[in-house]
């Protein structure tokens, strides 16, 4: 079944303007990590919050997790057009060996 | 030096035939994996391999058999294609499995004819 339900599905910006998904998921968790997939290419790391941290920083990348709501959420400030992709959550479930992947938030960047 | 490296890129095919992609990582890592992405990017995992171990074995048809030579290595084998086979096919690795950050290949795009 799927973990991560992602909103908005799709979400168009213009440059220089913020951008910010969510990811809501079901199980207990070791930890969320955000994957950026632009197109025809693979996913790539974006950054990892474990679940005993709240909050995390990365360049333009604010990550934030509430484990009692099962939700988290990726701001990117100050969006570029490079910046389009589309956005994944995952998580690392305790117990299971593998991540589970959400549906996905298509960002839209315009110049 | 690509880290998570497939081959082919494009694969187009009749239905009936058997394909098999490759892939390979140089990271040292001791964890593969298979993903498929259907056409709503939903990304599903298929098969994970530890040091060659089979560890995960989702609900996939038994037309699909992955094959792991060695740790670097995880290749995956389909017979008698379909048409709901066309997806694009992940290769991943990580340093163990589990919650680890995982490391994705750029994908092989299967069009079943």
């Known amino acids: 079944s799927q973990q991560g339900e992602e909103d908005p599905q799709a979400l168009s910006i213009q440059e220089g303007e913020n951008a910010t998904m969510n990811c809501s998921y079901k199980t207990s968790i070791n930890n969320l990590q955000w994957y950026r997939q632009n197109s025809g290419r693979g996913l790539v790391h974006l950054i990892l919050?474990?679940?005993?941290?709240r909050e995390k920083h990365s360049g333009r990348l604010r990550v934030t997790l509430d484990t009692s709501k099962k939700s988290s959420s990726l701001l990117i400030t100050a969006s570029r057009a490079a910046d389009t992709a589309s956005y994944f959550c995952?998580?690392?479930?305790?117990?299971?060996?593998?991540?589970?992947f959400g549906s996905g938030t298509r960002l839209q960047v315009q110049p | 030096d690509t880290a998570v490296s497939q081959t082919p890129k494009y694969l187009v095919t009749q239905m009936g035939n058997d394909k098999s992609i490759k892939c390979e990582q140089n990271?040292?890592?001791?964890?593969m994996y298979w993903y498929k992405q259907d056409s709503k990017k939903f990304l599903k995992i298929m098969f994970s391999?530890?040091?060659?171990?089979?560890?995960i074995n989702e609900t996939v048809p038994n037309r699909f058999s992955p094959k792991s030579p060695d740790k670097a290595h995880l290749n995956l084998h389909i017979n008698s294609l379909e048409l709901g086979d066309s997806a694009v096919y992940f290769c991943?690795?990580?340093?163990?499995?589990?919650?680890?950050?995982?490391?994705f290949g750029p994908g092989t795009r299967l069009l079943v004819l």
């Open positions: 991943a690795s990580s340093q163990a499995g589990g919650s680890e950050t995982q490391y």
């Open positions: 919050i474990r679940s005993n941290e």
């Open positions: 391999y530890n040091n060659k171990e089979l560890i």
């Open positions: 995952a998580t690392g479930d305790t117990g299971r060996r593998a991540l589970t």
């Open positions: 990271l040292g890592h001791d964890t």
